[in-house]
């Protein structure tokens, strides 16, 4: 059974100063409809998960997070996910540049007018590092609740593999294209770099890579070096930013290939004949004949005369394209011998698998979002996670940590949302997650009642 993903690129939540506020929220409302319509039709009838390929806010501010999270929740229902179960990167419209600071300027300058080298330098000192990330300080707090926190060594991430047939697994890896964004990049000059912190994915017998970005690689000065990675190391390539869908398979060597897939725009600023509204849902099957990554694209495009979204036979090669991807890795694994669970989904709450294998070199330990540890295995762990982190503010989730006694005596570390997680899932493996369940949801009804 195929691993059916709803893909949506560039929503801009907050960028209407206007009357297209109305506009657009029907198009976000018929967005939903027709998802669920078509995902519906689907042999799965049901989404494995939703993938967001940045630009989910306009400014970057928390204000426009809380409405971006009321819609995927709305999204992942009607298409019977998971509300957790969302795959996103940042792009450059998810920092606040007001909170980029002289220094931070400082540093932007340098490595711009530099290379590699200064890009490593720079991100290789922790303060540094900090000072550039500070702009990204609410899509962090957003992104953690999902599990997609930023890498604070600004390195790939990764949570999530989906076995899509016998010991053959897609695996979704995260990168951040918008460290260096100032809001004046051009595509003709560019400046915005990936590093190689990032683009050294990784590799494994059986998994294909599914990389997600914001840009598309023609913005960044390391290209050249990033594409020699994803060919070598990734299945498919998925970017946003440009508002122009378009996607082609480049064939890398015999029986190796990369479907390069660059998204168009869920609600760009304006629609007219160039720019619509656009989004995708992306079906990731196992070729068992030739033993190869399938992928068949459902693009779905605004119709301008009857104010919904259709098939969209224009863009993307048209509706229903399917694609079968040289898949080395799949191959490595051998023949089939048995029969398997061809759609076992593993995240690191796994039902029947460990979730996700976290890699402990690739990431650096508590402090950050993905965690080297599996978390406990839990029923309605993901979902509290979220809502902890993403509908609780910072003083009513130390709240619950000291009233469940989550906190030792003797503490003396720096409370980040790396550690925040570290006491939760503590608290979680203490048999305490009724009782973190309940205060959140206290937390939200006091709030409500003093905001009456």
Not at 38 to 46: D, H, N, R, S, T
Not at 225 to 231: A, K, P, Q, S, T
Request: glycine share 6%; with cysteine; aromatic share 8%.
């Amino acid at each position: 059974m195929p691993a059916v993903f709803v893909h949506v690129s560039d929503i801009h939540f907050g960028q209407e100063r206007d009357h297209s506020i109305h506009i657009h929220d029907d198009v976000k409302l018929q967005l939903i409809e027709d998802a669920a319509d078509v995902v519906a039709k689907l042999p799965a009838g049901v989404a494995q998960g939703i993938l967001v390929t940045g630009d989910i806010a306009q400014s970057g501010n928390w204000q426009e997070y809380e409405e971006a999270s009321k819609w995927l929740d709305e999204l992942a229902g009607r298409i019977g996910c998971p509300i957790h179960r969302v795959q996103m990167v940042p792009g450059n419209h998810d920092l606040d540049r007001k909170k980029l600071s002289v220094g931070g300027s400082a540093l932007l300058d340098y490595i711009r007018a530099g290379g590699q080298a200064e890009y490593e330098k720079v991100f290789a000192n922790p303060s540094d590092r900090a000072t550039l990330l500070a702009r990204f300080e609410d899509y962090g707090r957003f992104s953690f609740g999902y599990r997609c926190a930023l890498d604070e060594e600004a390195r790939f991430a990764t949570n999530l593999r989906i076995e899509i047939g016998p010991d053959r697994w897609i695996r979704f890896v995260r990168l951040n294209s918008a460290l260096l964004c100032t809001g004046k990049e051009k595509e003709d000059q560019p400046e915005l770099m990936i590093g190689s912190r990032q683009f050294t994915l990784p590799r494994k017998t059986g998994e294909e890579n599914v990389v997600l970005v914001h840009h598309p690689l023609h913005w960044c000065k390391d290209a050249a070096d990033v594409r020699e990675y994803v060919n070598a190391r990734a299945r498919v390539f998925i970017s946003g930013h440009e508002h122009n869908p378009k996607v082609h398979v480049e064939p890398v060597a015999d029986g190796c290939d990369v479907l390069m897939l660059a998204a168009g725009a869920a609600v760009p600023y304006r629609s007219n004949d160039e720019y619509t509204y656009t989004y995708n849902i992306i079906e990731f099957d196992w070729d068992e004949v030739n033993d190869a990554l399938a992928v068949t694209m459902h693009p779905r495009a605004w119709n301008r005369t009857r104010k919904c979204f259709e098939a969209d036979g224009k863009r993307l090669g048209g509706k229903d394209r399917r694609f079968s991807l040289g898949s080395p890795n799949f191959r490595k694994v051998g023949p089939v011998t048995s029969d398997v669970d061809e759609n076992a989904i593993a995240e690191d709450v796994g039902d029947t698998k460990p979730v996700v294998e976290e890699v402990p070199t690739e990431t650096a330990g508590a402090e950050l979002g993905e965690m080297p540890s599996v978390p406990p295995a839990a029923e309605g762990y993901e979902l509290a996670l979220l809502r902890f982190f993403r509908d609780l503010v910072e003083s009513e989730r130390l709240r619950i940590l000291v009233e469940l006694d989550a906190i030792p005596s003797d503490f003396d570390e720096r409370m980040t949302q790396g550690v925040e997680r570290r006491l939760f899932d503590w608290l979680v493996s203490e048999r305490r997650l009724p009782d973190v369940t309940a205060m959140i949801e206290k937390m939200i009804s006091e709030r409500k009642d003093e905001d009456a």
